[in-house]
T-cell receptor, first 111, second 116 residues
Framework: RKEVEQDPGPFNVPEGATVAFNCTYSNSASQSFFWYRQDCRKEPKLLMSVYSSGNEDGRFTAQLNRASQYISLLIRDSKLSDSATYLCVVNIRGSNYKLTFGKGTLLTVNP | GAVVSQHPSRVICKSGTSVKIECRSLDFQATTMFWYRQFPKKSLMLMATSNEGSKATYEQGVEKDKFLINHASLTLSTLTVTSAHPEDSSFYIC????????????FGPGTRLTVT
């Protein structure tokens, strides 16, 4: 079983749609959680950290359920510029700061 | 967020030559940097963890004599691909952890290596 599993995608949505990404992690020692976005042929960029209480940054909302080992990212009112691959990322306790990446879910927002 | 630079952004070299890639943290001191490789349409693959002042820690299956890592200062790590072959052609990305933060990493813009 992969350590971090994401929706395989791809997702194609119209502008203005709400889209949700789901992610599960298998290692109960996972302690820090992030969403990154990666544009085609570019480096990953940190979108937001994910906290147990849930957190919101503008149109983006991230949720964490430790009991279910589940992370989500919700994008509201999607824009063309949101088109990218979204990576679910965790840090596992004792891994010397290494990050474990999901395979990513490709989102295309269409006009 | 923190800023990480990488140089060169693109390099084409002949088979058998060596290529050095630099990764710098510009506004913080990074005791730990990471080197990744990404093939087209594939996930990021961690190659090694670069620790300032000590030897790098390589992931399973990554040849340490082929991918030489040096982290001589708190703001610079280098990756040298020795005796490059066409199958080494890939997107190499470094990242650094800002010790003022938590476990998030900030990535350099990547180096696209093509070996002919």
């Amino acid at each position: 079983r992969k350590e971090v599993e994401q929706d395989p995608g791809p997702f194609n949505v119209p502008e203005g749609a709400t889209v949700a990404f789901n992610c599960t992690y298998s290692n109960s020692a996972s302690q820090s959680f992030f969403w990154y976005r990666q544009d085609c042929r570019k480096e990953p960029k940190l979108l937001m950290s994910v906290y147990s209480s849930g957190n919101e940054d503008g149109r983006f909302t991230a949720q964490l359920n430790r009991a279910s080992q589940y992370i989500s990212l919700l994008i509201r009112d999607s824009k063309l510029s949101d088109s990218a691959t979204y990576l679910c990322v965790v840090n596992i306790r004792g891994s010397n700061y290494k990050l474990t990446f999901g395979k990513g879910t490709l989102l295309t927002v269409n006009p | 967020g923190a800023v990480v630079s990488q140089h060169p952004s693109r390099v084409i070299c002949k088979s058998g030559t060596s290529v050095k890639i630099e990764c710098r943290s510009l506004d913080f001191q990074a005791t730990t940097m990471f080197w990744y490789r990404q093939f087209p349409k594939k996930s990021l693959m961690l190659m090694a963890t670069s620790n300032e002042g000590s030897k790098a820690t390589y992931e399973q299956g990554v040849e340490k004599d082929k991918f030489l890592i040096n982290h001589a200062s708190l703001t610079l790590s280098t990756l040298t691909v020795t005796s490059a072959h066409p199958e080494d052609s890939s997107f190499y990305i470094c990242s650094a952890r800002d010790p003022r933060g938590s476990y998030e990493q900030y990535f350099g813009p990547g180096t696209r290596l093509t070996v002919t």
